[in-house]
Structures are given as structure tokens and as C-alpha cells.
């Protein structure tokens, strides 16, 4: 697929962190173009990582990674919390049928993928049916590779996996990589809200991200009263936070989301 251009859609946690490693190292070819969404909502340490560790060491190699916000290149209907009209896009939970269930997470496709490709569409004439995308699944990510590999875009041979077709690589692997770089501990890669977070990672998030979820919260349940973002069904303010790590959580550090 020689016409084809090669587009890094990073993540920004540990299997990015890889990706950006091997290819400063030269173990991976340079992409035509990198990119990370911007949800408006990531922690500010995904950031600060960028910013600090790898772009810098990205532009060593000529490599730039564009961010792309979801406010301006998201389907405009599908840019608030809620979509026009009225689907909550993040994956709340809801009490509504007097039993715990939970939404979609529309705001990963819609945020992250979509908001992505229209920006490729847009500024550089690039159509989905034009680029390979990269995705930093590493190969201890069976499931979540395999539901893509069932996908149409995989079977057009649109999407690459860098750290299982190129250079095999798993989560230990992917921190080995950057440990040898001398870069930091990746931070987590989610949105300070993510009603997919574990426990471990609601009490990581800083005071001022956990009061900003709080307040988010609030703000969702003037037009849902039943939406939560702890499994619990429980206002966050108000939730007992388990002390174990949730073996159900699991980062975006694909760039994918919790897929
Ligand atoms: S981290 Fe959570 S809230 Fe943010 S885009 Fe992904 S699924 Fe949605």
C-alpha cells in the first residue's frame, strides 16, 4: 500500500510511549503524519508528558504530533457531552430502570477516530481510505486487537498495530522501552471523568481534576438525573472508594479508548 500514508494516532500512555521510542531509535519507520485527540478533558500529565518527553525527543527525528480537538473537528452534533439531540456519549452509568446499567462509550469514536479523520480530511486531503492507520495495541491486548482485526478498516489493510506487526512488544516491554529512553514513568492516558476508571484511578486523580469531575457530574445530571460516573450509582462526592486495585480498568493508552 506504497500510496498509502502512514498516520501514528497516539495515545499518549505507555504503548505510545513505545511507539515514539522505537521510532526515535529508528526500530520504526517515521510516520507521514502523528496525531493525538484532545478531548478536552485528558489529565493534565498526558500533557505535560507530551510536551516534556515526547515531542521533544520526537523532533529529534523530524517527527511532530499534531493535536487534534474534539471541539473544533468532531462531528459538530456529536461535540458536547451530550450528542444533538440528547445521547449522553460517555460511558455514565444509570440507575433510570431501578437496575445499574451503563452507556455507550460514543465519545471514544466521536472524540478520538472520527475527530481524527476529519482533521486529516480537511487539512491534508488525506480520506480514511487513503491512510493506514497506527494503533499501539501491544500483543498482551488480545481482545481489543482481535474485535478490530474483525473490523472492515483492518480487512482494507487500514490499520497497522506497530508494537504487534512491527516490532512485538508487550505492556512490560513497552515500560522496558522507555525506561531504556531514560524518559518517565508514562503517565495514565484518560479523561479526568472516564466513568470507566477503576477506583485506583478516581483516588489517583489530582484534588482539582477530582472536584472538576464532580462538577461534571453535576452538570450531566441537569439533563439526566440518572447518569453517574461511578459504577455505584453513587454522586462521586460520595462515593467509598475501594481500596483494591479493579482489575476491569484499563487505561486509553491506545488512543482508542477502553474498546
Ligand atoms: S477516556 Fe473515557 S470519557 Fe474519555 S473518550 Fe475515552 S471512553 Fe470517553
Redesign the pocket.
Known amino acids: 500500500m506504497k500510496d498509502f500514508k502512514q498516520v501514528w494516532s497516539c495515545g499518549g500512555g505507555t504503548q505510545s510511549c513505545a511507539i515514539a521510542a522505537l521510532i526515535v531509535r529508528g526500530d520504526l519507520p517515521k510516520p507521514d503524519l502523528a496525531a493525538i485527540a484532545d ?1 478536552g ?2 489529565r493534565a500529565t498526558t500533557w505535560n508528558y507530551l510536551d516534556e518527553v515526547l515531542r521533544p525527543a520526537l523532533a529529534t527525528v523530524g517527527v511532530e504530533i499534531h493535536s487534534v480537538k474534539a471541539a473544533e473537528w468532531a462531528k459538530p452534533s456529536m461535540r458536547g457531552v451530550f450528542s444533538n439531540p440528547g445521547t449522553l ?3 455514565a452509568y444509570t440507575n433510570e430502570s431501578g437496575e445499574i446499567g451503563k452507556f455507550s ?1 460514543f ?2 469514536g466521536a ?2 477516530a472520527n475527530a481524527v479523520d476529519r482533521w486529516l480530511s480537511q487539512t491534508h486531503g488525506i480520506t480514511r481510505s487513503k491512510c493506514v492507520k497506527w494503533i499501539g495495541f501491544s500483543y498482551d491486548e488480545a481482545r481489543r486487537v482481535n474485535r478490530m482485526r474483525e473490523g472492515a478498516e483492518f480487512k482494507a489493510g487500514l490499520i497497522r498495530f506497530p508494537l504487534i506487526d512491527d516490532v512485538l512488544t508487550n505492556r512490560a516491554q513497552a515500560i522496558a522501552l522507555v525506561e531504556e529512553m531514560g524518559w518517565p514513568t508514562p503517565p495514565r ?3 479526568w ?5 477503576g477506583d485506583h484511578e478516581w483516588r489517583s486523580l489530582p484534588p482539582a481534576e477530582f472536584l472538576q469531575a464532580v462538577e461534571f457530574e453535576r452538570e450531566i445530571q441537569k439533563r439526566d438525573p440518572n447518569a453517574f460516573l461511578h459504577r455505584s450509582c453513587t454522586p462521586l462526592d460520595k462515593v467509598n472508594f475501594e481500596e483494591e486495585e479493579d482489575l476491569f480498568s484499563r487505561p ?1 493508552d491506545s488512543g482508542m ?2 474498546i
Open positions: 478531548t478533558y485528558e456519549l460517555i460511558p462509550s465519545c471514544s472524540w478520538k492516558s484518560n479523561c471523568m472516564c466513568p470507566n476508571q486509553c479508548c477502553f
